[in-house]
T-cell receptor, first 114, second 114 residues
Framework: DAGVIQSPRHEVTEMGQEVTLRCKPI?????LFWYRQTMMRGLELLIY????????DSGMPEDRFSAKMPNASFSTLKIQPSEPRDSAVYFC????????????FGQGTRLTVV | AQSVAQPEDQVNVAEGNPLTVKCTYS??????LFWYVQYPNRGLQFLLK??????LVKGSYGFEAEFNKSQTSFHLKKPSALVSDSALYFC????????????FGTGTRLKVLA
């Protein structure tokens, strides 16, 4: 398996523009997580899905952020409109539903909003 | 609520010396505990996990971790550090009953000095 695949790897956009980050989880994994990593706040859980259903979105910073998982093999994280403080590395991770398994992370998308 | 604390932002150790990276946790019920490593511009890589059983867990690259229930700790250790071990290390907890969120600590930067 190719692992968790995220695209793009790097994104530079202007303030106010819409940004869409994409994630393809490992085939057969039922849970998917979106994390944001910054120097100031470390690794924050934004939202996670079980069987394509959002279970906990309490980490989504504000209404400008939204996430979808239309099927088991694809998820998006959208920021509209983007702001400079959204600049961070965004990670997607997936795992089988069983609680004792580790999460598998993608390589991340480095977002820069100028 | 689940939480993880990594009390040291940075740990410096001489090559060949033993290393310890500290982690304490708080979770309802029995925890699932994980250590991950992050190299520059990369995603998080799984090192080892504690689910149940033997309190000393062995993982990748010669790392091991000791689970201590009374102290709610899960410290990462290696008998002899290598310069190539220099990286950012994250401890994570996942509740064993019901919740599927992985909560990460703030990370500890390990520097192994030649």
């Amino acid at each position: 398996d190719a692992g968790v695949i995220q695209s793009p790897r790097h994104e530079v956009t202007e303030m106010g523009q819409e940004v869409t980050l994409r994630c393809k989880p490992i085939s057969g994994h039922n849970s998917l997580f979106w994390y944001r990593q910054t120097m100031m706040r470390g690794l924050e859980l934004l939202i996670y899905f079980n069987n394509n259903v959002p279970i906990d979105d309490s980490g989504m910073p504000e209404d400008r952020f939204s996430a979808k998982m239309p099927n088991a093999s694809f998820s998006t994280l959208k920021i509209q409109p983007s702001e400079p403080r959204d600049s961070a590395v965004y990670f997607c991770a997936s795992t089988p539903r069983e609680g004792h398994t580790e999460a598998f992370f993608g390589q991340g998308t480095r977002l820069t909003v100028v | 609520a689940q939480s993880v604390a990594q009390p040291e932002d940075q740990v410096n150790v001489a090559e060949g010396n033993p290393l310890t990276v500290k982690c304490t946790y708080s979770v309802s019920g029995n925890p699932y505990l994980f250590w991950y490593v992050q190299y520059p511009n990369r995603g998080l890589q799984f090192l080892l996990k504690y689910i149940t059983g033997d309190n000393l867990v062995k993982g990748s690259y010669g790392f091991e971790a000791e689970f201590n229930k009374s102290q709610t700790s899960f410290h990462l250790k290696k008998p002899s550090a290598l310069v190539s071990d220099s990286a950012l290390y994250f401890c994570a907890v996942r509740g064993a009953s019901g919740t599927y969120k992985y909560i990460f600590g703030t990370g500890t930067r390990l520097k192994v000095l030649a």
